[in-house]
């Protein structure tokens, strides 16, 4: 089975205080912009949208069915929000997004993502995958979805944030999820 490697480059604000972690990008026929999330049927520009401008439209281009990378990379930016995602190379054991069928062979090295956001105090998962490789890297416990685990890194106090997944898949509605990355946000101070 083909290898893939990421095809995106880790996007780190020097202003980040919260690293988002999803487990890895779908195939690029299912993209709709070159960035993170890119999936038309993804709704994480939707929630960020729904949270911040209380407009979940506010990141679509909804005529060419497409999200606004510029003015994404200008929220991500001004707000301190760095993406990458807890996988560099993966096999897809079936043809589609799924998580269930991706096997990392080469999980992202996290801690060398956080040695470049020096004020960085959250990392915050997308999905089961991502949690699971996290708390294996950093040795701690998965929180339950919608809520954090506390942990030392170092000498820093970090929280690790579960939240749902984007993906439609996941069987929770926008709103509802919404409500659980607003939580977090505030905790954060974001909101």
């Known amino acids: 089975m083909e290898i893939e490697l990421h095809p995106l480059k880790p996007f780190l604000p020097a202003n980040a205080s919260l690293l988002m972690l999803g487990s890895f990008p779908p195939q690029k026929k299912r993209w709709s912009m070159d960035f993170y999330y890119p999936n038309w049927n993804n709704d994480m520009w939707r ?26 990379i200008r929220f991500l ?22 998580d269930k069928f991706l096997e990392i062979v080469k999980p992202t090295d996290i801690k060398e993502l956080l040695l470049q956001l020096p004020h960085c105090k959250a990392i915050t998962t997308t999905g089961e995958k991502a949690t699971e490789t996290i708390c294996a890297q950093f040795s701690i416990e998965k929180p339950k979805v919608g809520d954090y685990t506390s942990f030392i890194y170092e000498d820093k106090p970090m929280r690790l944030y579960r939240m749902p997944s ?3 898949a996941y069987p929770l509605s926008l709103e509802k999820k919404a409500t659980l990355y607003r939580i977090m946000y505030q905790d954060l101070q974001m909101l």
């Open 166 to 168: 984007s993906s439609r």
């Open 47 to 72: 929630i960020t949208g729904l949270l911040f401008f209380n407009d979940k439209t506010h990141f679509l281009k909804e005529a060419e069915k497409a999200f606004d990378r510029e003015r994404i």
């Open 77 to 98: 930016s001004e707000t301190g929000i760095a993406l990458f995602d807890t996988a560099s190379a993966i096999r897809r054991l079936q043809d589609n997004a799924s």
